[in-house]
Structure formats: C-alpha cells, structure tokens
C-alpha cells in the first residue's frame, strides 16, 4: 500500500489564495520601498557628499625669541586668554640696556662731529677772506717796492743812491713777491679745504647726514634688542603649549609657547577622490562637531580644496612601485571656512572631529581657485609700536644735541 503524495509549496500557493496575496504584498512593498530609496538617491542624496573625517584646524602661532637671554618672568600660563600685544615673556635686559646706552652716546657724538663740520664751513670761508687780504696786501707791497727800486735806479746813474740801498730795494721787492706767493698759496689751500668740507656736508642738513644716520641705525637697533627682552602675543587668543620655564637661557628662534586665536578657525574634511567630482569652492556645508552633537550646527562654506593626498605629504609616503600593492582609496583635505558668530557662540578647539556634510546641487563654483590674494591673510600691528618708539628716541637724541641757532 502505498502513501499519499504531499503536493509541492508552489501548488500548495496556487492552491491557498491567502498565502499568494501575503506573497504579492511583499513583493509589493519591497519595490515600492526600492522605488522610494532609489527616488531618495537621485533627488536628494545626490546632491550631497558627507564625511566623518573632518577636523577642525587654526593658526597655531608659536611665540619665539628674537634674542638669546634669561627667562626672569612667565607672564602667561595654558589656558589663559591673552590679548594683542600683552607681554608673555620676559628676558634679562641687561645687555641690551648697556648696548642702549653705548649707542646713545655715540648718536650724540656723530650729531657733534657733524654740527663741527658745518660750523667749519664759515671759519674756512673766514680764512679764504685772511687769505686773500694778505693777497692784496701782499700785491700793494709789491708796487710799492717795485716803485721804490724804479725810484733808486733813476738815481743810481748820478750817483745820488749807494750800490748797497739799491741792492736793498731789490732784495725787498723780492720778499714781496716771495710772500705775494705764499699768500697766493694760502688761499688755494683754504679754498680746497673748504671745498673737502662742503663736500661732507653739501646737500643735506645735520639730521640726514650719512654718519648721523649710521648712528641713528645703531639706535633703532639696540633699542629693539631692549624691547624685544619682552615678547608680545601677535594676536588675541588663548595659550597652549607653554613650554619655557623661569631661569631657562634660550636662543633665538627657540619655541616657548603657542597661542591659537578662537575666531580663525576652520575645518579640513578629508574627502575620498570619488567624492570630489561634484565639489567646488563656494558650495554650502553644514558640520556638526562631536563635542556638542547634533543639537549644534554650523553653517560652512567650500573655501578651497588641497593640492595634494595626505598620503603625498606624509612624513613617510606609501611607495606604490613595490611588488605587493594593494590598491587604496585616497582621500583630499577640502577646507570649509566657518562663521565667526556660530564660532563666538559655540566655541572650538583645534583637533576636534566634525562631521561635514556639502550640498553638491550648485555647480557653478571652480575646483581651484584662479586668482591670488587680494590681501594678507592675517597680520598685526604689534610690532610696528617697536620702530615708532625707536624713531621717536632717535629724533629726541638728535634734537637734544642739535644745539641753539
């Protein structure tokens, strides 16, 4: 006896109605499901490339020395906000007080030596006049004993003058000439001199004379040896990586500390090269940072993306010629500049992770940007105080040893 056959699941659906409508419901709403992921895909993300790889970055500006010397006093400590131009470290002056001082003296000095040489412009001129009124004086002796001795020799024939008074005669028109010569002598010497003077001093005034100045260049330069015993902060931010410590004797360029301004800030969102083909500078980001989540939202815009991998820049590089190479998707920093009022806001730090996000739908942007800089990027004015206090000693020193018209 045999048994009875089970009918197989398709004649077993064919013959449940109940079971074949389950089928076509999902099979119904697995494509209505791929209709609307697939429709999401082209009309909205799209339009969008996102990463997680993104971090904030800003200007770390390090604080060296411009001079060597001895930490005497840390004016500033991590954490601590700082504005521009407030002191941060203070170096032993003493050196450079005392090369102040040697350069004072020696400004006073050139101003002397120079005010010498245009008051011996008028004395030289004083001994050109003596000279040439012993000239004169001179010429008229020379006529006189030249009218004397014409006199004798007239005479000398009647007997009325000795041999020895016109011999005399002779001899005293010769001392007039001898000494009409070396007064002759004595004018084109003080002339010269006047003209080796006047060619020291001739065309500019006491204060722009090339020895006043070189003086006055040895000035500005120790009094900023002096002022730079004392560094400035460049820009107003917040102290980070203090690493000198009192006593220290330090060189010139040696790191001491680092100070990060919180408004010049942005964000470097590594993106991987597939991503690339639709980003151009100018289009719009929105990044969220780890550190407040999503609750916080900053609005960024596409300011430039990098000229190379990070790979390519690496300190050790991948070398892709070997024989075992595996292929490895590269990713290109694209930096996303950030509003200074969300940053005021809700502050960052440098090093945070973001999470980027570009909306890719305006194309009208360029990949690089095809004009340089219109302006600096960032500068300051702290320095400039340094050589206007230079100037202003200067000018002081050389008033004071001008001396009365």
Request: aromatic share 4%.
């Amino acid at each position: 006896m045999t048994a009875p056959q089970t009918p197989s699941s398709p004649a077993r659906a064919a013959g449940n109605p109940a079971r074949k409508k389950a089928f076509s419901a999902i099979a119904g709403v697995v494509l209505v499901v791929g209709l609307g992921w697939a429709a999401y895909e082209w009309l909205v993300a799209s339009h969008f490339e996102s990463t997680d790889n993104a971090y904030v970055q800003g200007n770390v500006v390090q604080i060296t020395s411009q001079m060597g010397g001895t930490v005497v006093a840390i004016l500033a400590d991590d954490t601590d906000f700082v504005k521009a131009g407030q002191a941060l470290v203070r170096l032993d002056p003493a050196d450079a007080a005392l090369a102040l001082d040697q350069a004072r003296a020696n400004l006073a000095q050139s101003v002397r030596q120079v005010r010498t040489l245009y008051a011996n412009n008028a004395s030289l001129q004083a001994q050109i006049s003596l000279r040439e009124s012993d000239v004169a004086k001179a010429q008229t002796e020379i006529t006189r004993a030249t009218d004397d001795l014409n006199r004798r020799q007239s005479l000398a024939g009647d007997g009325a003058v000795s041999k020895e008074e016109l011999n005399h005669s002779q001899a005293q028109l010769a001392n007039a000439r001898s000494t009409l010569a070396s007064a002759l002598a004595g004018v084109a010497t003080a002339r010269q001199q006047l003209l080796s003077n006047q060619a020291m001093t001739e065309g500019v005034s006491v204060q722009q004379h090339p020895s006043v100045q070189m003086a006055a260049a040895k000035m500005r330069e120790a009094w900023l040896a002096k002022e730079r015993a004392v560094l400035p902060s460049p820009v107003e931010g917040f102290v980070a990586r203090r690493s000198v410590q009192l006593g220290q004797r330090v060189a010139a360029g040696t790191p001491l500390m680092s100070v990060i301004a919180p408004q010049q800030l942005w964000v470097d969102a590594n993106f991987k090269e597939v991503q690339l083909r639709h980003i151009r500078i100018g289009q719009s980001v929105e990044l969220t940072a780890d550190l407040y989540g999503k609750k916080v939202t900053y609005q960024g815009v596409v300011n430039g993306l990098g000229m190379g991998t990070g790979a390519a820049f690496a300190l050790l590089p991948a070398q892709n010629a070997t024989g075992n190479w595996i292929k490895v998707v590269q990713r290109v920093p694209v930096r996303v500049a950030l509003d200074a009022g969300e940053l005021a806001r809700n502050p960052l730090r440098v090093g945070l992770s973001m999470i980027a996000t570009v909306d890719v739908s305006k194309q009208d942007g360029k990949m690089l940007a095809d004009a340089p800089r219109a302006a600096a990027l960032v500068q300051t004015a702290v320095y400039e105080a340094l050589e206007r206090g230079a100037t202003q000693e200067v000018e002081k020193i050389i008033s004071a040893n001008l001396g009365h018209p």
